[in-house]
């Protein structure tokens, strides 16, 4: 067997397993694939958000009090490489579902995630998500763009 294969197989189940619980609204889901010293830069401020940040389940409650349907958060492009004990990904991810207000979302943005072995589980340890702007002196978030 290929260890490799069998270890990017593992990060997109854990990446899909995290989708999952985006979908389901699931914060203890969201919150069990990460490292104790996660870091992420996401699309929402503030710029970077630390460990307590990320392991905040009232915070992603908070979040996913704003949609009314599932959050559906699906890979449209995604490439995996290993390297022993550390990892990465990234691709293009399209989230849609409906906001509270009646908001229809489609939002197609650019993600990478990184990841560590820890104790033979793979765990993230940085996600980074954003959309491109507009440098024509608007530095409005493009947020029209589809894949």
Known sequence: MNTVTNDEDAICDLLDDFSRALYEKNAA???APLADDVVAFDLAPPLKQDPDAMHDSARLEEWFATWKSPIVSEAVER???VDR???YAYGLQRMTGTKTDGEEVELFFRATACFRRDNGRWRITHMHNSVPFAMDGSDKA??????
């Open 29 to 31: 889901g969201a919150i």
């Open 79 to 81: 490439t995996v490489a």
């Open 85 to 87: 004990d550390v990892a």
């Open 142 to 147: 493009l947020l029209h763009l589809k894949a």
